[in-house]
């Protein structure tokens, strides 16, 4: 299955380290990032979500849960949590799911090309590649991210692609390259001059079709 932006984010019930829990019911009203990783006890993994731990401030302020995926099991999961907080010294206390049937790798089509699926399979040959998922409290998928098995993902970037989502929903504007909030944005060619001037304030006015704009407080 394809996950494409603006989709509405496949809905599941599974097992994790929180309990039973269906996606929409637990995303609510907030914004969810959902990222999957290869394995739990690896080191790449251990220092991603020891990243995802020590930031839990920053998604809290953003109103934003985290969730992972594993495709090990809750008991695992739980044992694991805590290298990761003697590692990064913050507690990985946001939920993981066990996802040993693979139904939500499947589902999210987290699984790499050449996957081999059938009963008897390894970990090693069911490991997910990196991928990242931010959902909008509407559930439809507003990014999507993948990254080998071998490349750690920058949470900072993802952390800042959060805020440029938040920034850009229901307003009409973009994000240059590099935008960190604080920066100027671009409004978007649905207004005119006129309008846009109405809406924002001043311009700067690069080109006709490159109109950049203090960003709106929200």
């Known amino acids: 299955m394809s996950i494409r932006i603006n989709d ?5 019930t599974a097992d994790s380290t929180a309990g039973q829990l269906s996606l929409h019911e637990w995303i609510g009203d907030s914004y969810a990032i959902l990222f ?5 006890f690896t080191p790449v993994c ?7 731990a020590r930031l839990a401030p920053e998604f809290a302020q953003r109103n934003t849960k985290v969730l992972g995926v ?15 907080e003697t590692v ?54 507003r990014l999507t991210m993948a990254y080998p098995m071998t490349v750690g993902r920058n949470f900072a970037e993802i952390l800042r692609a959060l805020d440029a989502v938040q920034a850009t929903d229901g307003v009409p504007i973009a994000t ?16 005119n001059n006129d309008q846009a001037k109405e809406k924002f304030g001043t311009l700067d006015i690069k080109l006709p079709y490159l109109r950049f704009t203090g960003a709106p407080k929200r």
């Open 46 to 52: 251990t220092t991603e979500f020891g990243a995802v």
């Open 70 to 84: 594993s495709v090990d099991s809750v008991d695992e999961h739980k044992k694991w949590q805590r290298d990761i």
């Open 88 to 141: 990064c010294g913050a507690p990985a206390d946001f939920p993981i799911i066990d996802d040993r049937s693979l139904t939500v790798s499947k589902l999210y089509d987290m699984l790499p090309a050449d996957a081999y699926l059938p009963d008897g399979r390894t970990p090693a040959d069911s490991a997910t590649v990196r991928t990242v998922f931010i959902i909008g409290p509407d559930k439809k998928i």
């Open 8 to 12: 509405i984010a496949p809905d599941f």
């Open 36 to 40: 999957s990783h290869p394995k739990d």
């Open 176 to 191: 240059p390259a590099n935008w960190v909030p604080g920066e100027d944005v671009i409004v978007a060619l649905s207004l």
